[in-house]
């Protein structure tokens, strides 16, 4: 069992620098903690967040390495060319940034909050920077560790190719903290 540190949590929020959608979510975020925990899925209200509903998504971490997509935002289905909700995150990643990415997840899950950094060049040529936030949120029905995930972009079209997806996937700031405090 986990036991986080909210004052932990607060300070990750507020050092590792989230542009201003990221920061305004992390922050509701802490609000909804309750007993010393994260709050559970259910604990994240869609009508406190409206504005970041196209960029959120919720993910469930199992024991077996699969990350399981239970809800995408538009922007997200946007931005990959497809709905992930449903889906493997890590089997529709291409290959070479599959550990990345699993290894990120794991360290949330495991009681971090991440932030990421990718560099994107856009269709017109310029270049762009995507950020992202996971915040560990309660454990599932299943015992499956939950993630609450946001992409500050918003995409403006559905027409992406294989090759601007992937590009998106080059990270340039991968950092967290962690949240957790050694069991007594």
């Not at 986080?4 to 305004?24: M, Q, T």
């Not at 809800?71 to 990643?93: E, K, Y």
């Given at each position: 069992?986990?036991?986080?540190?909210?004052?932990?949590?607060?300070?990750?929020?507020?050092?590792?620098?989230?542009?201003k959608?990221?920061?305004?979510?992390?922050r509701y975020?802490?609000?909804?903690w309750?007993?010393?925990?994260?709050?559970?899925?259910?604990?994240?209200?869609?009508?406190?967040?409206?504005?970041h509903?196209?960029?959120?998504a919720?993910?469930e971490l199992?024991?077996?390495g699969?990350?399981?997509?239970?809800?995408?935002?538009?922007?997200?289905?946007?931005?990959?060319?497809?709905?992930?909700?449903?889906?493997?995150?890590?089997?529709?990643?291409p290959?070479?940034?599959?550990?990345?990415?699993?290894?990120?997840y794991?360290?949330?899950?495991?009681?971090?909050?991440?932030?990421?950094?990718?560099?994107?060049?856009?269709?017109?040529g310029?270049?762009i920077?995507?950020?992202?936030?996971?915040?560990?949120?309660?454990?599932?029905?299943?015992?499956a560790?939950?993630?609450?995930?946001?992409?500050?972009?918003r995409?403006?079209?559905l027409?992406?190719?294989?090759?601007e997806?992937?590009?998106g996937?080059?990270t340039a700031?991968?950092?967290?903290?962690?949240i957790v405090?050694?069991?007594?």
């Amino acid at each position: 069992m986990l036991h986080y540190d909210v004052i932990a949590a607060a300070r990750a929020v507020e050092s590792l620098g989230f542009g201003k959608l990221n920061l305004a979510l992390a922050r509701y975020w802490l609000s909804r903690w309750k007993d010393g925990a994260p709050p559970l899925r259910a604990g994240i209200r869609p009508r406190d967040v409206k504005s970041h509903l196209p960029g959120i998504a919720i993910l469930e971490l199992h024991g077996d390495g699969t990350v399981m997509c239970r809800l995408s935002g538009s922007a997200l289905a946007m931005g990959l060319g497809i709905d992930p909700t449903g889906m493997d995150i890590i089997a529709i990643t291409p290959p070479e940034f599959r550990d990345a990415r699993l290894s990120r997840y794991r360290r949330v899950a495991n009681g971090a909050v991440s932030r990421c950094v990718k560099p994107h060049q856009t269709r017109f040529g310029a270049t762009i920077m995507i950020e992202d936030v996971q915040l560990p949120l309660g454990v599932g029905e299943d015992g499956a560790r939950q993630i609450l995930y946001h992409a500050d972009w918003r995409p403006q079209t559905l027409d992406r190719t294989v090759a601007e997806i992937v590009d998106g996937m080059n990270t340039a700031i991968d950092e967290s903290c962690p949240i957790v405090r050694a069991a007594a």
